[in-house]
């Protein structure tokens, strides 16, 4: 995590929104109310909701990559049910930034460099990582310290929310309101903070343990950061800049790893996949070709079934889509199993305009696995694009049985009826794909416009105007807040 304590996360906010960021004053979360309220963990999470989406909306390292996010939750989902609180509700998302760095914010909500991905050498390297921000949210930790600070932490808080909207015309000028902000009591809080590390380490060591992964994991990553530390001295890896690693820390953790019993942790197949997808966006398409066409023939890889989709990968970057496919076919006779593969194949028959070989695939694949977002998402896409519009809204609306607050399935609903000419339910639909982000007027501006609709029946009609009216309820206890300073 950025430093666990009421600064962290608007330094947070600072690093993933910098200045491109177009937030608004009175779009941000009022934290002072929270502190005096110390923190429910009802508010702690339409916190987090609240940041989690202005990160989607506004920043362009935020990585929207749907089969990223899949893998990063099954593992996430997997850690969480060992942790000390297995019903614990935890969401984590990917930045693309090369720094090693992982942070929790208010509500379980984590994020992950793509700099950690890749730095971690093992599966349970980087689950090392994930169960440490984990058992920093099963404790509480960013909530106890705003209550422990009461008031400095407020104004803390409110400077340094300054200095990133400043960021939106003058970066140095935030930066420097950002370290005013924090100098007058970072000595203070770095104490704290380092017995809330240790207590992370502690429990994410027994997390890590009890979901089945290496114990040395932990220590090796952390290890191998101090170390490139020494390397670097100022110039320290994010992580331990966030994270303060001390010898004693770092014994600490070999020391647990040595007295457990030795177990020898397979990587799964989709850990390699997503490093190597990830790598092979990188530089341009020939370049990536080249590079995991060496891979191959000189055979220096650890997964070949994973180098081989990463050409197959940067092949359809380069939109080569004869060899894309022939390296998918060479994939076969290894016998992987994972979706992300099965999303490759159809993704190069959707660009080859096969979209009924693309639909076999993906219909195919999501009887092996049901609950991949990714094919969901592009199964709805090839559906749409082959304008069987009827299919799809079936499709998407069986699957919002499952997972009704998806805001991309609302979203493809709407496209669904936008095609089918039923515009009282496209802005319906659309209402919510809007409400879902935290756009709280655009989804009442489409509800207006499906009032304006003249095709819906009574029952449709009187769904969006209740609708609307729950909508402009909320629209008036927000701005009662606001005018209360609540």
């Known amino acids: 995590m950025i430093r666990t304590t009421c600064v962290a996360v608007c ?24 502190a005096r309220a110390e923190f429910s963990p009802q508010l702690e999470r339409k916190i987090g909701e609240r940041i989690l989406n202005e990160i989607r909306l506004r920043e362009p390292s935020y990585v929207d990559d749907p089969e990223i996010s899949d893998y990063l939750n099954r593992l996430g989902s997997r850690l969480v049910a060992a942790s000390s609180n297995p019903a614990g509700d935890c969401y984590f998302f990917l930045i693309r930034d090369n720094t090693v760095n992982a942070f929790a914010m208010f509500g379980g ?50 400077a340094m929310a300054a200095g990133i909207l400043a960021a939106r015309s003058n970066s140095q000028v935030a930066s420097a309101a950002i370290a005013s902000a924090q100098a007058g009591s970072i000595q ?16 994410g060591f027994q997390t890590l343990t009890q979901a089945g992964y290496d114990v040395r994991g932990m220590g090796d990553f952390f290890g191998r950061l101090q170390q490139a530390g020494r390397v670097y001295e100022n110039n320290a890896p994010v992580y331990m800049r966030s994270h303060p690693l001390t010898v004693e820390r770092i014994s600490d953790m070999q020391n647990r790893a040595q007295s457990a019993p030795y177990r020898q942790v397979a990587d799964s197949l989709d850990f390699h996949l997503v490093r190597a997808k990830l790598r092979a966006q990188m530089g341009t398409p020939r370049e990536a070709v080249t590079e995991f066409a060496t891979q191959l023939r000189e055979k220096k890889y650890v997964s070949e079934a994973a180098t081989r989709y990463a050409l197959a990968y940067a092949l359809l970057r380069a939109k080569d889509l004869a060899a894309a496919q022939r390296e998918v076919e060479l994939l076969l006779p290894l016998k992987p199993s994972s979706p992300m593969i099965a999303g490759l194949a159809a993704a190069i028959r959707v660009s080859a305009n096969d979209l009924a070989g693309a639909m ?8 092996r696995y049901p609950q991949s977002k990714a094919l969901v998402y592009e199964y709805a896409e090839a559906l749409l694009a082959a304008r069987q519009y009827d299919q799809a809204l079936l499709f998407v ?11 991309k399935l609302h979203g493809l609903q709407a496209k669904a009826f936008a095609a089918t000419g039923k515009r009282l339910q496209q802005h319906r639909a659309q209402a919510e794909f809007y409400l879902l982000q935290g756009q709280l007027g655009p989804a009442v501006e489409q509800l207006q416009f499906a009032q304006q609709a003249a095709d819906g029946n009574f029952f449709e009609q009187s769904a969006v105007d209740a609708r609307l009216r729950e909508l402009r309820k909320l629209q008036l206890e927000e701005a009662k807040q606001k005018r209360n300073g609540g």
């Open 11 to 34: 330094l947070a906010m600072a690093t993933l929104l910098g200045s491109s960021s177009q937030l608004q004053a009175d779009e941000l979360p009022d934290l002072g109310e929270a």
């Open 109 to 158: 909500f984590i994020g992950v460099n793509t700099g950690t991905l890749l730095t971690a050498q093992s599966e349970s390297e980087l689950a090392g990582v994930l169960a440490h921000e984990i058992s920093h949210v099963m404790q509480n930790h960013l909530a106890r310290q705003i209550v422990r600070e009461k008031q400095n932490s407020i104004a803390m808080m409110i």
């Open 188 to 203: 203070s809080q770095l104490a704290y903070s380092r017995d809330f590390e240790r207590e992370a380490d502690r429990l």
């Open 360 to 367: 076999t695939i993906y219909r195919d694949a999501l009887q």
């Open 397 to 407: 609306e069986a699957q919002l049985q499952l997972y009704s607050s998806d805001y």
